[in-house]
């Protein structure tokens, strides 16, 4: 099998595109999806089980774009859930639960919105392909999974990010298969952030349109 090169984002007009191999991108749909299967009994109702199609199965669509229902939110008890939505105040319970209470189900919709949308976009194709508009919500996507993966793999300070990354580029990472799989889609959500981002603030600065 032909190895595919991997290039971070680029801009191509209204669009940013990155060159990503087809095992990587499965890798990292796969993590995506796990994440709105967790989030699921959060939201406003039930979603359909995201991990369940493949990318490009035709599936993908129906069960990422399932409509949420009303209904009641419990606080997430997975700490790597409670990174997403963290409480509001440590200092005053009352405060911090009557702001879950109003807020946390519209929170979670909205996360799992743009990972349903990060999904259907590492689905679409050979290349990774971000509209312009679209960039935000995909980045905080990313941010969101990184976030997600930090917690599993007990990552609380940048010298720990780097010295994983050191690991897994000397081969040395440690763990059973699912650690070195996550650390492995940990960094590779980093890498596309930070071109994408880098991308956003270059064109900031320059004052592109």
Do not use: C, I, N
Request: hydrophobic share 40%; no cysteine; net charge negative.
């Amino acid at each position: 099998m032909t190895r595919v090169t991997m290039r971070p984002f680029r801009a191509d007009g209204d669009r940013y595109v990155a060159e990503v191999g087809p095992d990587e991108r499965y890798a990292l749909w796969r993590v995506t999806a796990d994440v709105v299967e967790m989030l699921a009994p959060h939201a406003s109702g039930q979603g359909g089980p995201a991990s369940a199609a493949e990318p490009g199965s035709g599936q993908l669509d129906d069960l990422l774009g399932t409509a949420w229902s009303s209904g009641p939110v419990a606080p997430p008890t997975d700490p790597a859930l409670r990174r997403l939505v963290p409480d509001a105040s440590r200092e005053d319970d009352a405060v911090g639960q009557e702001f879950r209470r109003l807020t946390q189900a519209d929170l979670v919709d909205e996360k799992s919105e743009r990972l349903r949308h990060l999904a259907r976009l590492l689905g679409a194709g050979d290349a990774v392909v971000v509209q312009r508009a679209d960039a935000d919500r995909f980045a905080g996507a990313l941010t969101d999974l990184r976030l997600v993966l930090a917690e599993r793999l007990g990552l609380t300070t940048d010298e720990q990010v780097e010295r994983l990354y050191d690991d897994v580029v000397a081969g040395r990472a440690r763990g059973s298969d699912a650690r070195r799989a996550f650390a492995g889609v940990f960094l590779l959500a980093g890498w596309l952030q930070e071109s994408l981002v880098g991308l956003m603030l270059d064109q900031l600065r320059r004052g592109a349109t």
